[in-house]
């Protein structure tokens, strides 16, 4: 039987994207928000769940940290990367010269702002849920109106393509994790990503704690904060790290680390994803 | 002559909120983009600028950090803090029964998200640029649309307030910076925030770098990474520290690090906010 794998859709996000890349043969399941994804796989309706975590222009999909910090035990079992591109998608037949509106969802405007603003100064930036919502929306609407989204949303709402690759940044990446009930095995190239958090903020626990990776030669990939939701100015911490949580040296970080921290959370470890 | 302000707009926002509070006799001048705020105070079209810089669920105002790190040479001048109180605004008459959809900003509307599920289950979020764009888009449609904004934009607008601190988490509040030519001099109670890369990842060279404030016994009151914009998996760090740059323990540490880094910015220094 072909995996089930959840995903934030709808059908034509790049999220999409991500999970037929990880199993081609899987049977997809489109929900509509993060949480949504989880919980399909908390009742496993979904053995996976494929999820962004981070962009490389805007940086970390936040619901996606404090569902893992707060809201869900699941496991990270995979990451994915691929490059987003974004493109301009019209009504069949509409040509640039006609176009005052481009709908999308905020974050792809902004990633696409220094084109919208040069070939088409006067338009009005229209706001949508997801990428794929605004193509729906755009469809549902005047001819003036363009959307930017994917390729594959262009063919799912029988849009046309008037251009592609219009993101001002072309190193545009964004990082996918697939959730699961465990995470992965060893492979010999592993990440692990956790985070903690400390009950007071004396000078230098931070220090402390980055100190049992740093003293082991564990390289950190990446060191981030977030609001721990109770009070402005309170941080919990969340790190990537090179190595399984099965590695000797990882296992023994994160024995020392857990006497000095108040809460650490281990989400899981994982292949390193090879951009091919 | 009164000191003319620049911020994050329209009127009936929570930036303009902070900027009456930092400066209530100024002259406020809303503008569409952080990004505008900076240029005004560049070109001197307004002396300081108002922008969000961090929510206690949220987390960081990306676009400001980005400003801060690549975009802009001003300096962080003081910083603010204000509650959020979401309101649920609707056309003056309309009642709870007749809401069939709910406009507001996605971060609002996210915020919101359990008292919208459990009193309008059916309803349908509609996305708008701002909450006081959400408030002029509901004005301007049928009566079964509501907003999620501020009581000051029911004002503006000529809505009603139905209800008032509809935001799950009852601690809500956003942090927002002056940005200005220079930074604010010491006052005895201050901070400094700054960022810094490195040109390469050798572990353990972000622990290094830490450990030179934390020899110093200098609280470090947030350490953030953001995306460095060229590829996925290298970072900017960001830190705020308790001291001002002048403080001779604060330079010491600065200078140490210097050697240490690829790129070393000051966005300044500034009194800590007191909330009253």
Redesign the interface.
Known sequence: MAKRIAYLGPAGTFTEAAAILYDPEADLIPLSSIAAVAAAVDFDKAEEGVVPI??????SV??TLDLLIHDSTLAIRREL?IPIEHCLLVKPGVTMDGIESIHS??QAL?QCRHYIEGRFPGAQ?V???STAAAVEDMMAGPSSAAAIGTARAAEIYGAEVLARGIQD?Q?N?T?FVALAHRDHPPTGSDKTSLCFSFSD????I???V??H???R???????????N?????R?V?LVDL?GHREDPLVRDALACMEAEVSMLKVFGSYPKYRVS
């Open positions: 981070e962009n490389s222009i805007e940086g936040t619901d990367v969802h905020t902004g930036a706001a949508a849920l940044n190193a990446f990082r903020d004396r000078a230098g931070l220090y402390n980055l100190g990776f740093a003293t030669n564990i390289n950190l990939a990446k060191v981030e904060s977030r609001p939701k109770e009070s402005l100015g941080y911490f090179d």
